[in-house]
């Protein structure tokens, strides 16, 4: 198995309506292929984890380069895996654009800032790990709607 990470400009200011209608179609489409992974999103960039095998992996990268919705596509990491880290998602969408200051200055504060928002690292360790720091944050009870 494969994990491919990314990270790309959105051509668009990002929100839950433009999240929505990527990850709509996508979790449907990974399901069919048997991937997992998360979108993540700021206001201007998303990172993107795709998991499953090579050649799934690579249909859905060649289709998702060809978005007009995204440029600027640098590929973070690319990695044989025992296990996949989101398995169960077929993808999921997690936005960082709509944090509180608090939360936000602290991001900030641990990857750097990006156009008045959370930088998304080039690094897969650094990119990983903050995946996993705004998912806990995104579980936390006060963000259950
Ligand atoms: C940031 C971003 C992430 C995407 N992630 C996926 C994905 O994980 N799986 C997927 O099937 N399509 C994903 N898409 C959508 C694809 O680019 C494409 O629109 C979709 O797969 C339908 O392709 P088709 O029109 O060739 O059938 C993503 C698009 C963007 C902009």
Redesign the pocket.
């Known amino acids: 198995m494969y994990r491919l990470i990314y990270k790309?400009r959105?051509v668009e200011t990002l929100n839950w309506g433009i999240v929505r209608s990527?990850?709509s179609?996508?979790e449907?489409?990974?399901e069919i292929?048997g991937?997992t992974?998360v979108?993540l999103a700021s206001r201007t960039h998303?990172l993107?984890v795709?998991e499953g095998n090579f050649e799934d992996v690579n249909a859905?990268f060649q289709?998702?380069c060809?978005?007009e919705?995204?440029s600027e596509l640098c590929i973070i990491g690319y990695s044989i895996i025992d296990a996949r880290l989101f398995g169960g998602w077929g993808?999921r969408g997690i936005g960082a654009f709509d944090f509180n200051q608090k939360i936000e200055s602290e991001l900030v504060e641990k990857y750097g800032e990006e156009e008045g928002g959370i930088h998304f690292p080039l690094e897969e360790w650094q990119a990983l790990a903050m995946i996993s720091d705004i998912k806990m944050i995104r579980d936390l009870p006060e963000w259950k709607k």
């Open positions: 790309s959105s990527i990850t179609v996508s449907n489409n990974n292929a991937l992974g979108l998303f993107q795709i859905a289709r998702i060809k978005d919705r995204h993808m």
